[in-house]
């Protein structure tokens, strides 16, 4: 009986010591796909470059749509990028393309992730875990897309337009540029990923859909308020613009959460009628 349960030990770590390596292989196709993508970034760096300095550029695309519907035309963006580094131009390319790779890859990394737990869960679960590979990727995309054309051209005008005095010129170093960009884009991708952390905090017991609507107007104080912080104009449209897309993610979240509960509810029901 000793034998036989050391010998059941040892198959349990043996067991542990598979998954591991499993999971080290999914890790290093994951990073794999980032170096890739990183290379091809790095190839075509020229055009990344022209793409990610748009927000500093008065024909972008979301200056103009602000200054045909809006009619908030900037003449100038008020500062001149510049580069102070011997070798700061080739770095910051390695950074941006690094940004790139990670970006196209993320679909990929989630997918992975997704194979890796694919194995332990059941018909419906792996449906569940299909759906949150795929809005999990949707989420993460958008919130690139509001971060990129949205939050860092408004962030980059106003900031790069004050001046405490016409004696003061701004010149912005192009690291502190794009580092402002990068902050800016990922923070907001995110974020963006608040319904799927919200999935699973339902999913463990730690929220509920009640806990959620009970702190509806503190999450919509708090969205005004970051949208103020990261939009330090006067403006409120600009404002409200940027709080928007923050409370409805909020209100989604709420949708997840009530779903995850009467999905958990109707199971038990099942349970308790089987028994």
């Known amino acids: 009986m000793a034998r036989q349960t050391l010998d059941q030990i040892e198959e349990k770590e043996m067991s542990f010591i598979d998954h591991l390596e499993a999971l080290r292989w999914h890790i290093v196709r994951s990073v794999l796909a980032v170096l890739v993508f990183t290379i091809v970034a790095f190839i075509y760096i020229e055009d990344v470059f022209t793409f990610l300095l748009g927000p500093g550029r008065t024909d972008f695309w979301t200056y103009r749509m602000l200054c045909k519907y809006f009619n908030m035309c900037p003449k100038n963006m008020g500062f001149t990028l510049q580069n102070t580094d011997m070798a700061g131009q ?44 795929f809005f999990s990727t949707i989420l993460f995309m958008s919130g690139l897309t509001l971060g990129f ?33 990068t ?21 463990i017991g730690f929220v509920s859909p009640k806990f959620m609507r009970k702190y509806r107007r503190h999450a919509i104080l708090v969205s005004l308020i970051l949208s103020a912080v990261i939009t330090p104009s006067t403006d409120m449209t600009s404002m409200l613009v940027l709080a928007i897309p923050f409370i409805f993610l909020y209100e989604f ?23």
């Open 90 to 133: 080739f770095t910051q390319s390695i950074s941006m393309a690094f940004y790139v790779g990670l970006s196209i890859a993320f679909p990929y990394a989630v997918w992975e992730i997704w194979r890796f737990f694919k194995p332990a869960l059941s018909r419906k679960e792996r449906n569940y875990a299909k759906g949150v590979v």
């Open 149 to 181: 054309y949205i939050i860092t051209p408004i962030t980059v005008q106003f900031l790069g337009s004050y001046r405490i005095s016409s004696m003061v010129e701004n010149r912005i170093n192009l690291e502190s540029f794009l580092d402002t960009i």
């Open 183 to 203: 902050m800016m884009t990922f923070s907001t991708a995110i974020t963006f990923e608040l319904p799927i952390v919200i999935y699973f905090l339902t999913l």
């Open 253 to 275: 979240s709420i949708l997840v959460s009530a779903f995850v509960v009467k999905r958990k509810e109707r199971r038990e029901r099942k349970t308790n009628i089987n028994n």
